[in-house]
Every structure is written in C-alpha cells, then in structure tokens.
C-alpha cells in the first residue's frame, strides 16, 4: 500500500506539472472555473435574499453544500482527470500500455491527466468555506474531510460508469454526461425531491452521499453520521475497483505495441 501511495503521488506530482506548464492557459481556465462557480452560486444568493430558508436549510448551509460539492469535483479533476476517457480506451484496446508496468492499472489510468479547472474549484471551495464564517479546527477539519470523500465518491462513479465499456461497449457518450449530471445533482440540496426521487439520489444517482450527508452532519454533528458517510465512501471505492477488475478479465487487447512512460 506503501508503494502504491507513492507511485500515485508521483503520478499526480507529474500530471500537475505538465498542466501547469503552459501557465498562461492554467491560469486563464482555473479562473474562469471561478468565475463560473460565483456566478452559479450568485443564483442562490438571490435565492436566499427572498426566501430565508428552504427545507429548514438556511445560506450558510447552501455555502458548505456547494463547497463540499465543487471541492470534491475539483479534486477528481486534480488527482484522477485520466479517468475522463476511461471508456474509450477499453473501447479502443488502449489499455495495452498500461498492462505492461507492474503498477496498478487503474491509479495508473486515474493519475495520467490533471485538469486546470479542477483547481479553479478547489479554490471556489476554499473561498466559500471561509466565506461562511466558521473557522474553528473542527470546522475546517470535517469540511475537507467531506471534500477528501466526496472527490473518492466522484472518482469512484466515473471508474463505475465508464467500467461499462468491459460489458456493453461504447458508453462513453452516457457515462460523460451521467457523471456530469451527478455533480450538478450534487449541487442542489437532496431534501428539495420527495419519495422516489429522494431515494435515487442516494443510490442510482448518489448525489446525496456525496454534498447532503456529509452537510447534515456538519449542521448536527453525531459520530454515527461520521460513520455512515465514511463506510459509504469505502463502499463506493471498493465497488469501483471491484467492478473495473472484473471487467478487465473480459478486455480484448487492442494488438497494438507500445510503453507508456
């Protein structure tokens, strides 16, 4: 595990460094990536200034909420920005290059690419965690504790969907914009749906998991709701390697000869 964590740090310390290369568009898209966040969040603002609250949940909470939610996103977008075109390299047998290292394939794939914007929302959720007003330890502590398991869970959906590759074939299409539907899902408060919408945002679309649990456990904090959000994300990481490890016994290599280095 040892070596693991250290090849995938290496990884993503080679990923960023070739994203920051061209510092001029690094720069440019993180900002942007900004910008876009305030004026999404300026919508609930306004929201917030005519109606107090909504659900019982008042600003404050839609703050941590959308911290929580672009801090995760951004985070996938930072460590495992690979996984984007996850399905169409199963699809295309380009998983040859990466079968050929004794490293393990799928942090391989993951920490491969490192996007710009993903900073732009780790500083979007940096900023609106300050914003909010609460700096105590714990605070901070159990925010990016949410952001750290939001952005494994995030990971986790995109391995899952695009794994699909191994069984269906070409999904690349629907598993893009699945994954990118579960983070706008994820940026909505879960308790604005009722019944059978409410039950699958926390299943088939777990945009629940990832922004409400882990807020509603901050606005009343319990070591039971800790617990609950933490074995959800080891459930979520676990199905993720599980569902990719079987569908690379189905791959059919693509023949085609070539090292990644």
């Known amino acids: 595990m040892m070596q693991l964590g250290r090849f995938f740090l290496s990884l993503i310390k080679t990923s960023m460094s070739a994203s920051v290369s061209k510092r001029g ?57 690979g996984l984007k075109n996850l399905s169409l390299i199963i699809i295309n047998g380009d998983l040859d290059p990466f079968m050929t290292q004794p490293k393990n394939i799928l942090l391989h794939i993951a920490g491969s690419r490192s996007y710009a ?46 794994s699909l590759a191994f ?22 408060p879960t308790n604005i749906y009722s019944g059978a919408l409410q039950l699958i945002m926390f299943t088939i679309m777990p945009a629940g998991v990832i922004t409400y649990l882990p807020v509603q456990m901050m606005r009343n904090f319990s070591g039971v709701q800790l617990l609950i959000f933490s074995l959800a994300t080891v459930g979520f990481v676990v199905s993720a390697f599980g569902m990719f490890y079987l569908g690379l016994k189905r791959y059919e290599s693509g023949n085609r000869f070539g090292v990644r280095r």
């Open 167 to 188: 069984w269906v074939g070409s999904v690349e299409h629907v598993s893009k914009k699945y994954c990118d539907s579960l983070f706008l899902f994820a940026l909505y």
């Open 117 to 162: 914007k993903g900073w732009g929302h780790l500083f979007s959720a940096l900023l609106l965690i300050c914003f909010r007003g609460t700096l105590s330890p714990a605070y901070i502590a159990l925010a990016l504790y949410a952001i750290f398991c939001g952005g494994l869970i995030f990971t986790s959906i995109n391995v899952m969907a695009h």
């Open 25 to 81: 568009a690094f720069l440019l898209e993180a900002l942007l990536m900004v910008v876009n966040n305030a004026i999404f969040f300026s919508i609930w603002w306004i929201f917030f200034g005519a109606f107090k609250s909504i659900g019982g949940w008042q600003f404050e909470d839609m703050m941590l909420l959308t911290a929580i939610g672009v801090g995760s996103y951004g985070l996938m977008k930072v460590c495992a920005g």
